[in-house]
């Protein structure tokens, strides 16, 4: 069984930040390149971060310089640490794992972030 599970999410003021945990199990984790994905209410899902199974890191440009996307091989585990969180970042952040040259992805259920005073 495939499970993704994120965690982390919560209220945070502006200009604050959270780290992001995304445990997967039932994968070679090793061989899976993951990401974070966000949608906020009323608009599309979009790309936050990935890192390939080489370490090789992308982000968006709203991402860039404020978040930094990990992983740990060792613990099955990629994270998303976000610092200078603005009220734009409030969405659902889901986690998601891709196998080079193949079709099949994974993602996780979602967990909450929101971004007020």
């Not at 860039?64 to 994270?79: E, H, L, M, W």
Request: with cysteine; charged share 15%.
């Amino acid at each position: 069984q495939v499970q993704l599970v994120e965690s982390g999410g919560g209220l945070v003021q502006p200009g604050g930040s959270l780290r992001l945990s995304c445990a997967a199990s039932g994968i070679i984790f090793s061989a899976y390149a993951m990401g974070w994905y966000r949608q906020a209410p009323g608009k599309q899902r979009e790309s936050v971060a990935s890192i390939s199974i080489g370490g090789t890191l992308a982000y968006s440009d709203s991402a860039k310089g404020r978040f930094t996307i990990s992983r740990d091989n060792a613990k099955n585990t990629v994270y998303l640490r976000m610092n200078t969180l603005k009220p734009e970042d409030t969405a659902v952040y889901y986690c998601y794992a891709h196998l080079p040259g193949w079709k099949t992805d994974y993602w996780g259920q979602g967990t909450q972030v929101t971004v007020s005073s």
